[in-house]
């Protein structure tokens, strides 16, 4: 079964730089949520969007700001980078539905600051 | 306050043995959604299940079972005749009715030896 894809998988960049982080959920998943798991800790949610709306919001930093776009894939921009910023970057999606309430996470894209 | 308690940090066993994982959590809302998420050494999430505030049954899966009291507000997971392929951090989330947001608990480490 088509699971969700995250581009790069890998980036590093330094400190001040920008990044782009791209999602493509499942086929048919209209939901798409981020998450930063920083090392050894538990992923902290930032943001999701539902029919490329907002439609929740956490811990985002003001640096970062997100979109999903028509084909509903979504893309994390993260700008003046910090070494704090250096995590996991996960993007999950989920369906209509009853499905809605089940996040599939994708591999994640591994963020270094440096 | 929405909260996820995960005690243990980490287990060992040996190959078959049975082991429980366990998830206290804290919510004021009637209704609301458990998770169990595996996170391998590959670093993905990997969903488990998923149980409603409404539905207390349990629930078998293979070697896999989950056990949701909430008279107690826990949701453990048992692994009976664990293998080295179930070493992994394991964590539990909860989700509030109408929100997006995954509150995980900080996961607890499980290495299977042979």
């Known amino acids: 079964a088509a699971g969700v894809i995250q581009s790069p998988r890998h980036l590093i960049k330094e400190k001040r730089e920008t990044a782009t982080l791209k999602c493509y959920p499942i086929p048919r998943h209209d939901t798409v949520y981020w998450y930063q798991q920083g090392p050894g800790q538990d992923p902290q949610f930032l943001i999701s969007f539902y029919e490329k709306m907002q439609s929740d919001k956490g811990s985002i930093p003001d640096r970062f700001s997100a979109q999903q776009f028509s084909d509903y894939h979504s893309e994390l921009n993260m700008s003046s980078l910090e070494l704090g910023d250096s995590a996991l970057y996960f993007c999950?999606?989920?369906?209509?539905?009853?499905?809605?309430?089940?996040?599939?996470f994708g591999p994640g894209t591994r963020l270094t600051v440096t | 306050a929405q909260k996820v308690t995960q005690a243990q940090t980490e287990i060992s066993v040996v190959e078959k043995e049975d082991v429980t994982l366990d998830c206290v959590y804290e919510?004021?809302?009637?209704?609301?959604?458990l998770f169990w998420y595996k996170q391998p050494p590959s670093g993905e999430l990997v969903f488990l299940i998923r149980?409603?505030?409404?539905?207390?049954q349990n629930e078998i899966s293979g070697r896999y079972s989950w056990n949701f009291q909430k008279s107690t507000s826990s949701f453990n997971f048992t692994i009976t005749a664990s293998q080295v392929v179930d070493s992994a951090v394991y964590f539990c989330?909860?989700?509030?009715?109408?929100?997006?947001?995954?509150?995980f608990g900080t996961g607890t480490r499980l290495q299977v030896f042979p």
């Open positions: 919510t004021r809302d009637t209704t609301y959604y």
């Open positions: 989330a909860l989700r509030r009715y109408n929100t997006d947001k995954l509150i």
């Open positions: 149980r409603n505030s409404f539905d207390e």
């Open positions: 999950a999606s989920s369906g209509p539905s009853s499905d809605h309430y089940e996040q599939y």
